[in-house]
């Protein structure tokens, strides 16, 4: 049977500076990359929500956007951004917009 000789000398093995920095890169990668897709998301919903809130004073089916507006507003993921970023409730938004609705003459 081969015996397999382990060399623990300073020359051989990576010094200890160099393994900090390679756990230093692996720890920054690991935790910029979830930042920026939830970034990504937050951008994302906040642009989801308020074209679905302008859909509410300008469709045609204003009902059926209403709807879709509301239940995107109430969905798990988007209601904390709809509450950090001041969505409310399409009443509110109706009352805002009703001086720029178009007006028929």
Known sequence: MAAYKIDFSPASSPGVKTIAVKILILA??????????GFVFLHGTKNR??????????????????AEYES?????????VARWFGFGPVDSVAQNNSSNAPRAS
């Open 28 to 37: 920054l990668i690991c935790s910029v990359i979830p930042i920026f897709f």
């Open 49 to 66: 929500l308020t074209s679905l809130r302008e859909r509410c004073r300008v469709a045609p089916d204003r009902a059926r956007a209403i």
């Open 72 to 80: 995107a507003r109430v969905a798990f993921p988007a209601s904390l």
